[in-house]
């Protein structure tokens, strides 16, 4: 498995409203449940590639995009670990 982004929002119209930026922008981003290593709430978070983080970051940091957290997600074996890079 690569290592790659995860975001989270508030609420599913910023998550809809994050997707249809990225696309726009030229980026693939694909809509996943939020993951249970995160949270154990239910919610749509956003998957992204390790390459596209310069691009999200900045779309986090103009307010273009709107998320509540991003996290790194990595694997070492069989284990998978997230760690938050990013919280509004």
Not at 20 to 39: A, C, E, L
Not at 59 to 87: M, N, P, Q, S
Request: proline share 3%; glycine share 6%.
């Amino acid at each position: 498995m690569n290592d790659y982004y995860v975001a989270t929002f508030y609420s599913t119209s910023q998550a809809l409203r994050f997707e249809k930026i990225m696309k726009s922008n030229g980026q693939q981003v694909t809509m996943i449940p939020v993951p249970r290593i995160i949270s154990s709430s239910c919610g749509i978070a956003a998957r992204f590639a390790k390459s596209q983080w310069p691009v999200v970051e900045s779309l986090l940091t103009t307010g273009t995009g709107d998320a509540e957290e991003v996290y790194f997600f990595t694997t070492k074996g069989k284990e998978l670990y997230a760690e938050r890079i990013w919280h509004k």
